[in-house]
């Protein structure tokens, strides 16, 4: 069995930081690509970044510039530092990985209120 556990949700003033994180843990034989989404209520699911188990990474336009993705996979986690945060960030972050377990397939984590407010 895999869970994928998120962390680092929170308000946060425009213009702050915050650093998100995603651990793996079960019956895992490897990890390809991690990535993050978000969504707001109301609307669809978005793409956010990606990293490739080679480490290659793809971003949203609209995060470019102010957000990094990177991935430990010793620890089988991987991390979103959010920096230069405006409203329109505010979502629920989900965390996803494409994995081999007993199968390989996508797995999707509950998901981090992230809420960006003064």
């Known amino acids: 069995q895999v869970q994928l556990v998120e962390s680092g949700g929170g308000l946060v003033q425009p213009g702050g930081s915050l650093r998100l994180s995603c651990a793996a843990s079960g019956n895992i034989f490897y990890i390809y690509t991690m990535g993050w989404y978000r969504q707001d209520p109301g609307k669809q699911r978005e793409l956010v970044a990606t990293i490739t188990s080679g480490g290659s990474t793809n971003y949203a336009d609209s995060v470019k510039g102010r957000f990094t993705i990177s991935r430990d996979n010793a620890k089988n986690t991987v991390y979103l530092q959010m920096n230069k945060l405006k409203p329109e960030d505010t979502a629920v972050y989900y965390c996803?990985?494409?994995?081999?377990?007993?199968?390989?397939?996508?797995?999707w984590g509950k998901g981090t209120l992230v809420t960006v407010s003064s």
């Open positions: 996803n990985t494409d994995l081999l377990s007993t199968i390989r397939r996508e797995y």
